[in-house]
């Protein structure tokens, strides 16, 4: 399913990107904040959907002393990326790969990784199980998977079902799958986790979101 979505990602003007991020009240970094604890001493973490980098200059500002691999399939948001982060010092420490997970196994085991702001939700049931799966085999023994998903769908989507989201705009149309708390615990088991934590907060414009950290 995500696949049909990176038109949306491809046209999507950077302003308007972080607008949505202020609309939905993720500017603030307040997920990074809130699960910062469990990821700080990671010496390896993969980023999963870069974006506009809104992650990797949250880690940079909190001084993350870890190695950051960070996904992005957008050519023009990888540009963009490259432009943000270039003859800088958290550069040293940053990798940027232009490319969709799912097609990528990394070089070495990964202590934690990052899937935030709803990306995980562009996925299928079956995709998402799948990318569970494909994570777990490249995280270390003791490492954690990190999903970030709202609670309740406001200022950019609708819900077409309980569980289905379309995203309409100008620049492009977007579809969604939130699977329910039961599904991403049968990911888990599914993929070998030992367990998974729910993390529910609110961001500063009222909207409920929820941390889902699976653990090995």
Partial sequence: MNDKNIDFYRKINIDKFKEIARLIGLDTKVDIDLIYPYIQSSKTLVELGAGYGRVIGALSEKKFEGQIIAFERSPELMGYLKTQFKDKSFDQKLTLVESD???????????????????????????????????????????????????????????????????????????????RYEELLMYAEMAGFEGVERIDYATATHLKRSIYVFRK
């Fill in 101 to 179: 997970f799912k097609h990528f196994s990394l070089p070495s085991k990964a202590d934690a990784v990052l899937w935030l702001w709803s990306g995980f939700l562009e996925l299928s049931e079956s995709e998402q199980a799948a990318s569970v799966k494909h994570i777990a085999e490249n995280l270390t023994p003791n490492g954690v998977l990190v999903i970030e998903i709202p609670v309740e769908v406001k200022h950019i989507g609708t819900r077409t079902d309980h569980q289905r989201i379309k995203v309409e705009t100008d620049w492009g149309t977007m579809d969604a799958y939130m699977p």
